[in-house]
Nanobody, 112 residues
Framework: QVQLVESGGGLVQPGGSLRLSCAASEDISRMAVAWYRQAPGKQRELVGTIFRNGLTNYVDSVKGRFTISRDNSEQTVYLQMTTLKPDDTARYYC???????WGQGTQVTVST
């Protein structure tokens, strides 16, 4: 069973940037990987997905600010976040849709 571990979260000021990492315990190069987030009191939201061919899609609220990439040699998927807003504050999770496997999440807080 593949295990996923997110890292890279933290406290950042509005307008700042963070890069989250999602490290897999096995080769995931043939799998799509999605990033979700959940803010307190809100439903979990799909942020974006990277497919096995490298194509990506994003929720409208992060288009142009967030970028998902993958390094298959490192078994890692990244979420580069720029121009962060307070509304981006949430716990961020990576997951593999094909096998419904989730990481434990990493907290991102955007605040002055």
């Amino acid at each position: 069973q593949v295990q996923l571990v997110e890292s890279g979260g933290g406290l950042v000021q509005p307008g700042g940037s963070l890069r989250l990492s999602c490290a897999a315990s096995e080769d995931i190069s043939r799998m799509a990987v999605a990033w979700y987030r959940q803010a307190p009191g809100k439903q979990r939201e799909l942020v974006g997905t990277i497919f096995r061919n490298g194509l990506t899609n994003y929720v409208d609220s992060v288009k142009g600010r967030f970028t998902i990439s993958r390094d298959n040699s490192e078994q890692t998927v990244y979420l580069q976040m720029t121009t962060l807003k307070p509304d981006d504050t949430a716990r961020y999770y990576c997951m593999i849709p094909d096998i419904n496997t989730w990481g434990q999440g990493t907290q991102v807080t955007v605040s002055t």
